[in-house]
């Protein structure tokens, strides 16, 4: 069982918006560390899509936004795309735990 | 280009022992913490240790304390995992990745090592 929790899937078709939650605790996301998200591709290694909260590494497209709010954050995808397929994971640090966490992971689908 | 490539992962029985090196290029490998995260096969991603730029600070999971030793070699530019007491839970793709600068995110991922437990 994950630390952080995610929907374990979220679907849309071409070209709508898309979100995905990562909900945590008051040691985690709400002691104030900060969240981020990366896309897994399969087959492939995961890739930093979100630091800091809402900063987007160079190359990766403004589609891709987050935010946080209290003991939560969220991904929002817009204008979808085929190749947004994959699993995306929220990831902070625990305190209490003196850990890394992740969330479980939420696959999209693109329909 | 930042680059990490993982090797010495392999088929290895319930009990026994692996060591996973991560040999890096394309940056100063001394001035950057380190990590080991693991992914079981179907599973999501799950943190396993640390270790800071001059070793000084270590850490690991619950899960792995005890059993496991992360080590670094900045003359080699290169990260090391010791599994030691192997468990079949312990199957999974073990990936490096760079932390940037104590913000708790890893910027640059290897392409990861399958380790596999099993009789």
């Known amino acids: 069982q994950s630390v952080l929790t995610q929907p374990p899937s979220v679907s849309g078709a071409p070209g709508q918006r898309v979100t995905i939650s990562c909900t945590g605790s008051?040691?985690?996301?709400?002691?104030?560390?900060?969240v981020h998200w990366y896309q897994q591709l399969p087959g492939t290694a995961p890739k930093c899509l979100i630091f800091?909260?809402?900063n987007r590494p160079s190359g990766v497209p403004d589609r891709f936004s987050g935010s946080k709010s209290g003991t939560s954050a969220s991904l929002a995808i817009t204008g979808l795309q085929a190749e947004d397929e994959a699993d995306y994971y929220c990831?902070?640090?625990?305190?209490?735990?003196?850990?890394?966490?992740f969330g479980g992971g939420t696959k999209l689908t693109v329909l | 280009e930042v680059q990490l490539v993982e090797s010495g992962g392999g088929l290895v029985q319930p009990g026994g022992s692996l060591r996973l090196s991560c040999k890096a290029s394309?940056?100063?490998?001394?001035?950057?913490?380190m990590n080991w995260v693991r992914q079981a096969p179907g599973k999501g991603l799950e943190w396993v240790s640390y270790?800071?730029?001059?070793?000084?600070?270590?850490y690991y999971a619950d899960s792995v304390r005890g059993r496991f030793t992360i080590s670094r070699d900045n003359a080699k530019n290169s990260l090391y995992l010791q599994m030691n007491s192997l468990r079949a839970e312990d199957t999974a793709v073990y990936y490096c990745?760079?932390?940037?600068?104590?913000?708790?995110?890893?910027?640059?991922w290897g392409q990861g090592a399958l380790v596999t437990v099993s009789s």
């Open positions: 990745a760079r932390e940037v600068g104590g913000s708790y995110y890893f910027d640059h």
């Open positions: 394309g940056f100063t490998f001394m001035y950057y913490s």
């Open positions: 270790i800071s730029s001059s070793s000084t600070m270590i």
């Open positions: 008051s040691s985690d996301i709400g002691a104030g560390f900060d």
């Open positions: 800091g909260n809402n």
């Open positions: 990831q902070s640090y625990d305190s209490s735990l003196s850990a890394v966490v």
